[in-house]
């Protein structure tokens, strides 16, 4: 019994979380009201917070969940007995399919996550400069045997996060392609751009 | 006398042009108050007034000097005599070094034109979508003459754009490299990643 209510409310918190990310996307982080998550999960606002405790409590849930996913990929792919370029493809592909497929706390993570609070925002933020510099670290290596054209690692990373990030547009637009060739198409600008 | 006040009255303009663009930038257009315009460019709120009708007359003004530059770069660039892949490369420097050196009024006609009226907000959407078309037709033409690999156009065009708004991560930061090596890098990584 007690084991099924804690599943119950497993869940209930994974649909609030979901329906949270897409409203904050929706409406931005500030403008977006409890009174609006309640009315999107079905809920009396006040039961919301058995489950939460506010709404910064939300974004800090969201964005770190996504942090854990992030990194976890990355130190996988680190490891991995491969070359540089083919380790940078993965990463890639990996940016690429979240923002197709989780693309709502995806989204609300990388630009929301200003309005988490101390400590908090500090934290995050230092997280994303290290991942930054663990993907540029990526490039020079590459760059340093010779599979990677000589190029600002920074500014490299820079154009395929930003480039990455774009596929809001493909969101907001008819998609007339799917999001498996809207990949095949971005890993053979980026990937090959960087190709020596 | 009259010219010299006309003259007067251009460069006066053209300041609070400067000055509104980067409060724009800084604040987001909705955030931004003439009062705080006038406080910037060191005058009475009420003599703003004598240059321009209002706060969105601003906008509108801003956008469409940033909307004649492109297209009439884009035109140029179309009739010139030259590989589908050196027009691409000649854009893309051309708004890297937009977004490198008239950085604010680029950014506010790219991310603040939502908050345009009608009719200029329709016409400035439409011109945004019809100078994408031209771009990936570029691009379509280079892919039909085998100088650029076999990819979808909108795709490669959202990158292109993308990656280059990513220069405001560049603003923001230390600004470790020089607009110029910014460039040199984006432009092989990017063009590289097109040619065949």
């Not at 380790?87 to 988490?116: A, G």
Request: hydrophobic residues 40%.
């Amino acid at each position: 019994m007690g084991r099924i209510k804690t599943s119950e409310n497993f869940s209930r918190k994974n649909i609030i979380l979901n329906k949270a990310a897409a409203l904050f996307k929706e409406k931005g982080y500030q403008a977006a009201s409890m009174r609006d998550l309640a009315e999107i999960v079905g809920v009396e606002a006040a039961s919301l917070y058995n489950h939460i405790k506010s709404k910064n409590d939300l974004l800090n849930e969201i964005c770190f969940k996504v942090a854990n996913k992030y990194n976890q990929k990355l130190s996988n792919i680190e490891t991995e007995n491969s070359t540089c370029l083919s380790k940078i493809e993965s990463l890639l592909r990996f940016h690429i399919q979240e923002m197709v497929e989780n693309f709502e706390e995806v989204f609300v993570s990388d630009r929301e996550w200003k309005h988490l609070i101390e400590p908090y925002l500090t934290n995050f933020q230092t997280q994303r400069k290290t991942y930054r510099k663990r993907f540029a670290a990526m490039i020079d290596a590459g760059i340093k045997n010779k599979e990677i054209k000589k190029i600002d690692s920074t500014t490299a990373v820079l154009i395929m996060l930003h480039a990455i990030s774009g596929i809001e547009s493909w969101h907001r637009s008819k998609q007339k392609i799917s999001g498996k060739a809207l990949e095949e198409s971005m890993i053979t600008i980026l990937v090959g751009g960087l190709k020596k």
